[in-house]
């Protein structure tokens, strides 16, 4: 399995997103009774600890790695013909 970076905003946002569902499952199940304005709150509070989750982990981490695809090679390509130009 390939690894893949951990995104700590993405977790919180899909834990309060849950949250919300389990509610108003809940409230569909009979088992409790949610009002409907409920979910707004939830996300708006889930986006912006979210937010701040990524912005922590952005700050302690940094830039991500550079990743290997087209525009690197196209950039690496433009270097080295800008290299084998002669002086003038």
Do not use: C, N, Q
């Amino acid at each position: 399995m390939l690894r893949h970076e951990f995104h700590p905003g993405k977790l919180v946002l899909g834990l309060f997103l849950l949250i919300a569902a389990i509610a108003y499952a809940g409230d569909a199940g009979g088992i409790w009774d949610t009002p409907w304005f409920v979910a707004f709150p939830l996300l708006v509070a889930g986006l912006l600890l979210g937010g701040a989750a990524a912005a922590v982990s952005y700050g302690i981490r940094g830039r991500p790695a550079v990743r290997t695809g087209r525009s690197a090679t196209r950039v690496r390509a433009a270097d080295r013909s800008a290299e084998d130009t002669p002086d003038a």
